[in-house]
C-alpha cells in the first residue's frame, strides 16, 4: 500500500512532459482562435481539431469550459505583463507605456467575441481577480516608475489610473471603427502624463 502510495507522490511530482506541455500550448491558442470567432458558445471539439489533438487531451488539460476560457484569459494577462517587462528596457520611456496600451487594446480587439464570457468565467474567483490585477497593476506601475523617474511622466498618476483608463476607453468596443478610437484617445492621454 505504502510503495503505491509513493508511486501516486512521485507521478504527482513530476514535471510535465514537453508534449503535454505543447499539446496544452497549441489548446490555448486554438481556444483563443475559436472562441474569438464562434463566441462562447463555440464547441470544444472545434478547439481540439484546431489544436490538431483528442477531445480527451483537452479535457484532460481543461476539465470544463470555464477552465479553458480562465486559461486562455491568464496565459493573455501573461503574455501583457511579460511585455511590460521587455518593454521597460526600451530607450524611451513613455513609448514603451504606449506601446503596452496599444498591445492592451489589441488583447481586446481579438477577444471581443469573448469577453462577456469570459467575464462569467472569472466571476467570484477571487484568486483569478487577485492574480489578474496584480500582475497588470505591476506591469503598468513598471512602465509608468520608470517614466516618472527618467523626468517625462508627471508623478502624481498611478498604475490604476492608467488600467482604469484603459479598460474604460476599452468599453467602447461595440462602435464601428473603436480600435482607431481608442488608440488615439489612449495617445491623448499618455501625452497628457508628460510632465510640462
Same mark, same amino acid.
Given at each position: 500500500?505504502?510503495?503505491?502510495?509513493?508511486?501516486?507522490?512521485?507521478?504527482?511530482?513530476?514535471?510535465?512532459?514537453?508534449?503535454?506541455?505543447?499539446?496544452?500550448?497549441?489548446?490555448?491558442?486554438?481556444?483563443?482562435?475559436?472562441?474569438?470567432?464562434?463566441?462562447?458558445?463555440?464547441?470544444?471539439?472545434?478547439?481540439?481539431?484546431?489544436?490538431?489533438?483528442?477531445?480527451?487531451?483537452?479535457?484532460?488539460?481543461?476539465?470544463?469550459?470555464?477552465?479553458?476560457?480562465?486559461?486562455?484569459?491568464?496565459?493573455?494577462?501573461?503574455?501583457?505583463?511579460?511585455?511590460?517587462?521587455?518593454?521597460?528596457?526600451?530607450?524611451?520611456?513613455?513609448?514603451?507605456?504606449?506601446?503596452?496600451?496599444?498591445?492592451?487594446?489589441?488583447?481586446?480587439?481579438?477577444?471581443?467575441?469573448?469577453?462577456?464570457?469570459?467575464?462569467?468565467?472569472?466571476?467570484?474567483?477571487?484568486?483569478?481577480?487577485? #492574480?489578474?490585477?496584480?500582475?497588470? #497593476?505591476?506591469?503598468?506601475?513598471?512602465?509608468?516608475?520608470?517614466?516618472?523617474?527618467?523626468?517625462?511622466?508627471?508623478?502624481?498618476?498611478?498604475?490604476?489610473?492608467?488600467?482604469?483608463?484603459?479598460?474604460?476607453?476599452?468599453?467602447?468596443?461595440?462602435?464601428?471603427?473603436?480600435?482607431?478610437?481608442?488608440?488615439?484617445?489612449?495617445?491623448?492621454?499618455?501625452?497628457?502624463?508628460?510632465?510640462?
Amino acid at each position: 500500500m505504502t510503495e503505491k502510495m509513493g508511486q501516486e507522490s512521485a507521478k504527482a511530482s513530476r514535471k510535465p512532459r514537453a508534449d503535454s506541455l505543447r499539446n496544452r500550448e497549441k489548446l490555448l491558442a486554438a481556444a483563443a482562435e475559436i472562441f474569438r470567432d464562434g463566441g462562447p458558445e463555440a464547441s470544444l471539439d472545434a478547439v481540439a481539431r484546431r489544436a490538431g489533438v483528442g477531445i480527451g487531451t483537452l479535457y484532460r488539460h481543461f476539465p470544463t469550459r470555464d477552465a479553458l476560457f480562465e486559461a486562455v484569459y491568464r496565459r493573455d494577462v501573461d503574455q501583457l505583463a511579460d511585455l511590460a517587462e521587455e518593454l521597460a528596457a526600451a530607450e524611451d520611456p513613455v513609448a514603451a507605456l504606449r506601446d503596452w496600451l496599444h498591445r492592451g487594446v489589441d488583447v481586446v480587439a481579438t477577444k471581443k467575441g469573448m469577453l462577456a464570457t469570459l467575464a462569467l468565467a472569472t466571476e467570484g474567483k477571487q484568486e483569478l481577480f487577485a #492574480y489578474t490585477t496584480g500582475r497588470m #497593476y505591476a506591469a503598468a506601475g513598471m512602465l509608468l516608475d520608470r517614466a516618472v523617474a527618467a523626468g517625462a511622466l508627471r508623478s502624481d498618476v498611478a498604475a490604476e489610473d492608467v488600467l482604469r483608463a484603459l479598460v474604460g476607453l476599452c468599453s467602447m468596443r461595440d462602435q464601428p471603427d473603436w480600435r482607431q478610437s481608442v488608440t488615439r484617445l489612449l495617445d491623448i492621454f499618455v501625452d497628457g502624463l508628460k510632465r510640462r
